[in-house]
């Protein structure tokens, strides 16, 4: 998607040195635009754990790239050194996020493709360089398809409402920041955009780390979206008052039986929709679903992060980016980063096969070779 | 209640000057305790606009001290003068506000008490002080009692667990500082403190204002009352897991009906409590009660405030209190004050009378006298 009217992606090869990953350190937005320089699996596991780049198709595509570095720089001295310093450095990887299944998605993908070609330690290489690639552009590729099956969504609602604004509410960022391009739960609002269909994003600020408030908004504006930032508390009076449309989010990790772990706070904006009759799609590529769980309330690992992210928030101050402390210095926090969504309140999963109900029974009709 | 040992209420009379009302100004909580002289009308109106002073007990209270104030300085050329006076300064406090209904009753109660007082202008201005000091002191009792009904509550929940700490989540503040002491959802949990009982608070932030953060973290700890500080986000996952024994809240208004005003946010919680099997319950002086209105989400007037409250925050950077940008520059944002929670939501209320079913016939058999 575009930034200051220049088409990027959130990731990609250096153009000029492909020993190089280049990443939009997202810490920054939405007050400075920082290109970061990859070089190492270190400095790729440390931009997923401090979240440099965050979202479930970006860390899975960072992961892909993390293990194409891990390759370039694993010792040559056999095949045997070469492969286990890569098991290592995709350990190390899989471990920076315990919710977003495709970061071990796609460094079991990348392993399994490297350790299934042929040939020296070089062959080995180029493979991980040309999965990195895959996994990146199918990435795209499976946003922008679900995306024109969320329209149809949007351009139904809109054709009830004779052509007035729909409102869309989302929570956190699922859009083409979290993902390699368009993103998740934006896709469809940017495929309604580019269609002509009239769209208002009512946005979640999305504490602690207020992912709504400085991606989500950030990206609407820079591709000319109408939009609206909301504290997390507002959804629900917005549904009593019919001003909410359709929920679209995006997740982390969706199970094959439809419960979806996403951003904490997700759980209780499907509770205000389901009380107010609103339809709660979650938008996901399939690279996104869990195949082995069952009970996302019980299965899904929920992280926990550091109580300073709740403590303190970072904004701009007199030009400068800053953190402020927002509680009592003494006052305990918790940071309980993900939560579960139960399968009963979600009308719809968005994939880039189709729609299908949040069951076992509707994901399955749209990946049979699941079965 | 207590602040470094010394007990305060949120409002009182200069001790040396009865010409002067003193409050906490509650802006620079937590991170500075700031005493604020208000001497006029206007002062006591920007302080409930601007809320130095906030909840719904407090700016009952102030407006009652406010129309002190302006007994004091209405012209005392003729009763008809002082009279007018009071009725226009009256209507310029009711304006600061639109959702808190102590406002309304504390103005409507000083200037039937001034109006029905015979003798002159002094008496009339003896009765306002009185009146005030009242109404202060009988916000103190009613929520000192309401504290002793609500404790039986976490009481019995504290012999389930076999005196495990008991788990209580608030929202916003409906803490001493929102009242002239006790507080209205803290009340029971200073009893149960006071009494012994182990309790803990989870004490949502509540944005976009933090009066969970700033005000509800920083009063339990100067009590000593074990809390944990979480986003606005967090409750429904605690709640799934067995982490909540029961949601307490304020109100700014509540009708007799059962529907609960309360801080925007308040009705995400309730649905979460109600999904999870969790009581719920609201509690309040009667002083908060609405006796005209029916249907809360249709009735109750929800106060929308300037969107730079959500793109900015406040907090400390470098010893200083500053504001700090969130959001885009240019992102708009909206900024609904307040939310309703419908009865059926609603395990129960808490009043200084006991506690009642949040409907018709339960608050009618507390206050028969409303039939």
């Given at each position: 998607?575009?930034?200051?009217?220049?088409h990027?992606?959130t990731?990609?090869?250096?153009?000029?040195?492909?020993n190089?990953?280049?990443?939009?350190?997202?810490?920054?937005?939405p007050?400075?635009?920082?290109i970061e320089?990859?070089?190492?699996?270190?400095?790729?596991?440390?931009?997923?754990?401090?979240?440099?780049v965050?979202?479930?198709?970006?860390?899975?595509?960072?992961a892909?790239?993390?293990?194409?570095?891990a390759?370039?720089?694993?010792?040559?001295?056999?095949?045997?050194?070469?492969?286990?310093?890569?098991?290592?450095?995709?350990?190390?990887?899989?471990a920076?996020?315990?919710?977003?299944?495709?970061?071990?998605?796609?460094?079991?993908?990348?392993?399994?493709?490297?350790?299934?070609?042929?040939?020296?330690?070089w062959?080995?290489?180029?493979?991980?360089?040309?999965?990195?690639?895959?996994?990146?552009?199918?990435?795209?590729?499976?946003?922008?398809?679900?995306?024109?099956?969320?329209?149809?969504?949007?351009?139904?609602?809109s054709?009830?409402?004779?052509g007035?604004?729909?409102?869309?509410?989302?929570?956190?960022?699922a859009?083409?920041?979290?993902?390699?391009?368009?993103?998740s739960?934006?896709a469809?609002?940017?495929?309604?955009?580019?269609?002509?269909?009239?769209?208002?994003?009512?946005?979640?600020?999305?504490?602690?780390?207020?992912?709504?408030?400085?991606?989500t908004?950030?990206?609407?504006g820079?591709?000319?979206?109408?939009?609206?930032?909301?504290?997390?508390?507002?959804?629900?009076?917005?549904?009593?008052?019919?001003l909410?449309?359709?929920?679209?989010?995006?997740?982390?990790r969706?199970?094959?039986?439809?419960?979806?772990?996403?951003?904490?706070?997700?759980?209780?904006?499907?509770?205000?929709a389901?009380?107010?009759?609103?339809?709660f799609?979650v938008a996901?590529?399939?690279?996104t679903?869990?195949?082995?769980?069952?009970?996302g309330?019980?299965?899904?690992?929920?992280?926990?992060r550091?109580?300073?992210?709740?403590?303190?928030?970072?904004?701009?101050?007199?030009g400068?980016?800053?953190?402020?402390?927002?509680?009592?210095?003494?006052?305990?926090?918790?940071?309980?980063?993900?939560?579960?969504t139960?399968a009963r309140?979600?009308?719809?999963?968005?994939?880039?096969?189709?729609?299908c109900?949040?069951?076992?029974?509707?994901?399955?009709s749209?990946?049979?070779?699941?079965?």
């Open positions: 998607m575009n930034v200051d009217g220049k990027y992606r990731i990609w090869l250096k153009e000029d040195d492909a190089i990953v280049q990443i939009i350190d997202q810490r920054h937005l007050h400075q635009f920082v320089d990859l070089i190492t699996v270190n400095e790729v596991a440390a931009a997923i754990k401090e979240m440099h965050r979202g479930a198709g970006l860390i899975g595509a960072t892909g790239f993390g293990m194409y570095l390759a370039l720089h694993a010792p040559q001295t056999s095949t045997e050194a070469f492969m286990a310093a890569l098991a290592a450095d995709g350990d190390k990887l899989i920076t996020r315990p919710t977003a299944v495709n970061l071990e998605w796609a460094v079991k993908r990348q392993t399994a493709a490297i350790a299934a070609v042929g040939g020296d330690i062959v080995r290489i180029q493979t991980a360089l040309e999965v990195a690639q895959t996994i990146a552009d199918e990435d795209a590729e499976f946003c922008r398809r679900l995306g024109e099956h969320g329209r149809a969504i949007i351009e139904e609602i054709r009830g409402k004779g007035e604004p729909v409102n869309v509410l989302t929570h956190c960022n859009g083409w920041l979290a993902f390699v391009d368009y993103g739960a934006t469809p609002v940017y495929a309604a955009h580019e269609h002509g269909i009239a769209v208002h994003v009512w946005v979640d600020e999305t504490r602690p780390r207020n992912q709504g408030a400085r991606l908004a950030w990206e609407l820079q591709h000319g979206v109408p939009h609206t930032v909301i504290a997390d508390n507002v959804g629900g009076h917005l549904m009593q008052h019919g909410v449309d359709v929920v679209i989010t995006g997740t982390d969706t199970l094959y039986t439809g419960d979806v772990g996403n951003k904490i706070g997700t759980y209780l904006k499907a509770l205000a389901k009380d107010n009759d609103i339809p799609y996901l590529p399939s690279s679903f869990d195949w082995e769980n069952r009970d309330v019980k299965e899904i690992p929920i992280e926990q550091d109580a300073t992210e709740v403590k303190y928030i970072q904004g701009l101050h007199g400068e980016i800053v953190k402020v402390l927002l509680t009592p210095e003494e006052s305990p926090a918790a940071n309980y980063a993900f939560d579960v139960p309140l979600v009308t719809g999963l968005i994939t880039e096969r189709g729609i109900d949040a069951s076992e029974e509707g994901v399955l749209l990946y049979p070779e699941k079965q």
